[in-house]
């Protein structure tokens, strides 16, 4: 397993952008397919983008196409969500998670290691 910090919520306004950062730590860290899930109350936790170890390979959910990006720095061990054109239905908690496999779509019960979440407020 490998230790995740998530950062960069907050409040933004319709349009608006925010990009979260999770920084990763722990043995080969770097070698893991990372994903972005958000959740709000009452609903399952969905995956918004996965990139794989290398960068090759993402995944986005169809929601976010066009306007989510996910990327990652290997030689900073940390993964990037750059999200623009923000809507108030994608305020949620924001998590971050690490997979020793590439799998797409992903599901998160594959997933074993988790961050402990950053808040994302968008208000209309």
């Known amino acids: 397993q490998v ?5 960069g919520g907050g409040l933004v306004q319709a349009g608006g952008s ?12 770097s070698r893991y397919a990372k994903g972005w899930f958000r959740q709000t109350p009452g609903k ?8 794989n170890w290398s960068g090759t390979s993402t995944y986005y959910a169809d929601y ?6 996910i990327s990652r720095d290997n030689a900073k061990n940390t993964v990037y969500l750059q999200m623009n054109s923000l809507q108030p239905e994608d305020t949620a908690v924001y ?16 997933y074993d290691s988790w961050g402990q979440g950053t808040q994302v407020t968008v208000s209309s």
């Open 64 to 69: 976010v196409k066009g306007r989510f990006t």
């Open 44 to 51: 399952e936790r969905e995956c918004v983008a996965a990139i």
């Open 18 to 29: 925010l990009r979260l950062s999770c920084v990763a730590s722990g043995q080969a860290a």
């Open 95 to 110: 998590y971050c998670a690490a997979d020793p496999y590439w799998n797409s779509p992903p599901s998160a019960n594959k």
């Open 3 to 7: 230790q995740l910090i998530e950062s």
